[in-house]
């Protein structure tokens, strides 16, 4: 699996070039072509999905799952009772989610 983080890229060096690059669900992840053998794969929002990429004959050169997180580097959690709040700092804190007790008992149950 591929991991990358959320608004970062990651490059992927290739042995042969490639022709076609599918990416399974372009909100979750991005692929852009810089040069025949070289992929940037950038990370849109959070979730997973898959990457091929084709040669000129239609054979697979690659088929990966992808999963897009956070950095946890630079996350800060805030626990109040019930409450769970993840902060991204990279620089400034902003809320990344937040998780309460009423908000997951009303996941688990359903609409």
Do not use: W
């Not at 991991?3 to 290739?14: H, I, P, S, T």
């Not at 990370?43 to 040669?55: A, E």
């Not at 800060?76 to 989610?97: D, I, K």
Request: charged share 20%.
């Amino acid at each position: 699996m591929l991991r990358v983080y959320m608004d970062q890229a990651r490059v992927l060096k290739l042995d042969r070039p490639v022709s076609k690059v599918i990416v399974g669900n372009a909100k979750v992840a991005d692929a852009t072509v810089a040069d025949a053998k070289t992929i940037v794969l950038t990370g849109r929002s959070f979730g997973s999905t898959n990457l091929v990429l084709l040669d000129a004959d239609g054979n697979a050169i690659l088929d990966q799952s992808i999963l897009v997180s956070i950095d946890e580097a630079n996350t800060v959690r805030v626990f109040r009772q019930t409450e769970r709040t993840v902060l991204s700092c990279t620089p400034n804190c902003e809320q990344h989610s937040d998780t309460t007790a009423a908000a997951a008992g009303a996941s688990a149950t359903g609409p």
